[in-house]
């Protein structure tokens, strides 16, 4: 099988599940916002679960992942099961203890974490403590999601991407029951869903025990922190910190400026955020994590021509579902934030607030899923200085563009911030890795996102136009509004199709060949 198809294969194994786990993300999402609106408690849940989220994604799935895997992939192909299986062991205890000093310092210096991330809470004591409290049980979840991390780029590694793709759904199952549960006993009802993230951060790790075993992986506790490839790991790592998840730090920055801004601002940027991952965890990031070990692999072997094609597919696969989600969020902002949202006490004012958001953040979805895809090629090159200094310069460029925007659209403006910064970033990715290797294929490259974006604005009008039948602003309907957005939302993907074919787009034959031949799973 070749990468291309491997990585299609991987992608959408990752994507199914992805999908599953968005799918009950949304039904969590519609408990959170029917039992806590868009209020306080909201406002004091999303920042207390963002900081471990945060480093979840920066330590655990961010830099220790795609830092690991490129290491681990040189050792599974070309040195003993021995020496695999100790790197294994050395790995995991030093990750635990990391971990571990991680989480008992976030639980410590939680107020002062809460300062940082929102200094505008400290004007309400009760909502400053309430988050306090919050985020000094949710930590925890840091230490095991991190262990699952590791996992994953373990069984990654060995081209096993079932259990760490469906493991997520256990986090929002976790989340919706016990909120159901323990809704009505606590004395702070907020408090059952701080209960729900810590609980399904330990049962996503304890689901990848059984697959690890079967690769003949256990965790044993080896001390020999001079080993040569957990030192490259660790170089790898402490720059990826950051270089790879400026999008992840966007947020957290805008989460800083939003606590400024009137009570519900941070909720309608979340909800908004929620929606933007959704196109981006169930193709950009399923592409971006299946590509990193063909890669890795790719680099090891020293077959360049082929790593610059990969990486060129890889790129033109993810741009050909992005930029059409980007379009269609656009036009279809306003009823996929009614039919999902509007419920209990998150009223029209709240769809409208968050639809702004989701406008703006939508504009660089394109280049969120591009940086998804370029930053592991770095990695797989065993590089991660370059997306480091990238991502300070466009750290730096968020908080301008922060401060100009929210003056003139509030909450609305740190999206747009963020966007710039993103497509900010992606230029600057692409322009150093085709130095690094000798250029790549813009003209290709360009040529196809034109076709993309051609085929992309009628699927737009035409699925706006549909919507447009219904009054958004009424509630009720909802059967009869449900079917008109999936016919909006059909029409759309079905004449983008069309439209892709007639314009001779090399990813819709490629999709439609391999789909054919039946490789999907």
């Not at 993230?197 to 001390?223: A, E, S, Y």
């Amino acid at each position: 099988m070749t990468e291309n198809k491997k990585i299609t294969q991987a992608a959408s194994i990752i994507g199914l599940g992805t999908l599953l786990s968005r799918v009950f993300g949304f039904l969590r999402d519609v408990v959170i916002a029917h039992f806590f609106g868009a209020g306080l408690a909201a406002d004091a849940f999303f920042v207390a679960f963002r900081i471990p989220n945060l480093w979840r994604r920066l330590v655990g799935e961010g830099s220790l992942t795609i830092s690991f895997i490129p290491v681990y992939t040189e050792y599974l192909t070309q040195r003993s099961d021995k020496e695999v299986r100790e790197l294994t062991h050395i790995a995991f205890t030093i990750a635990a203890i990391v971990l571990l000093l991680l989480t008992l310092g976030g639980i410590f210096f939680s107020p002062y974490l809460i300062r940082i991330i929102a200094p505008g809470f400290i004007r309400i004591p009760e909502k400053f403590e309430l988050t306090v409290h919050l985020n000094q049980i949710i930590f925890p979840y840091l230490f095991f999601m991190g262990l699952f991390a590791l996992s994953m780029g373990i069984l990654n590694s060995h081209r096993h991407f079932f259990a760490p793709a469906f493991a997520p759904i256990f986090l929002n199952i976790s989340m919706i029951v016990s909120v159901l549960l323990f809704y009505s006993v606590l004395e702070k009802p907020v408090m059952a869903l701080a209960i729900g993230v810590l609980t399904g951060g330990i049962i996503q790790f304890l689901f990848q025990i059984p697959f690890l075993m079967k690769k003949r992986v256990d965790f044993r506790f080896n001390f020999n922190y001079h080993h040569p490839a957990i030192k490259r790991i660790g170089f790898l790592m402490v720059p990826g910190l950051i270089g790879t998840a400026v999008y992840q730090l966007n947020v957290f920055i805008d989460t800083v400026f939003a606590s400024f801004l009137p009570s519900g601002s941070v909720s309608y940027l979340f909800f908004a955020d929620r929606l933007l991952e959704f196109p981006l965890g169930l193709f950009a990031i399923a592409i971006g994590m299946a590509s990193l070990p063909s890669l890795s692999a790719l680099v090891s072997q020293g077959k360049k021509e082929e790593f610059k094609e990969t990486l060129s597919f890889a790129f033109r696969l993810t741009s050909f579902i992005s930029i059409p989600a980007m379009v269609g969020l656009i036009a279809l902002r306003i009823p996929i934030v009614h039919v999902l949202f509007e419920r209990g006490l998150f009223d029209h004012y709240a769809t409208e607030m968050t639809a702004k958001a989701l406008l703006f953040y939508s504009l660089g979805l394109w280049a969120i899923a591009g940086v998804r895809t370029l930053v592991p090629a770095f990695y797989s090159l065993q590089d991660s200085w370059t997306p480091l200094k990238i991502a300070l310069i466009c750290l730096g460029a968020n908080v301008v563009f922060n401060a100009a925007f929210i003056i003139p659209l509030k909450h609305a403006g740190l999206a747009l911030a963020t966007s710039l910064s993103s497509t900010l970033n992606l230029l600057l990715l692409s322009w150093k890795l085709s130095h690094r290797l000798g250029g790549i294929e813009f003209r290709k490259t360009l040529r196809n996102l034109s076709k993309i974006l051609l085929s992309s604005l009628p699927m737009g009008l035409i699925a706006y136009g549909i919507c447009s039948f219904e009054d958004w602003t009424l509630t009720g309907n909802l059967v009869q509004k449900i079917l008109l957005l999936g016919t909006g939302i059909l029409s759309g993907i079905i004449l983008y199709g069309m439209i892709s074919f007639k314009l001779r787009n090399e990813e819709i034959y490629f999709l439609t060949k391999w789909m054919r031949k039946g490789d999907r799973f």
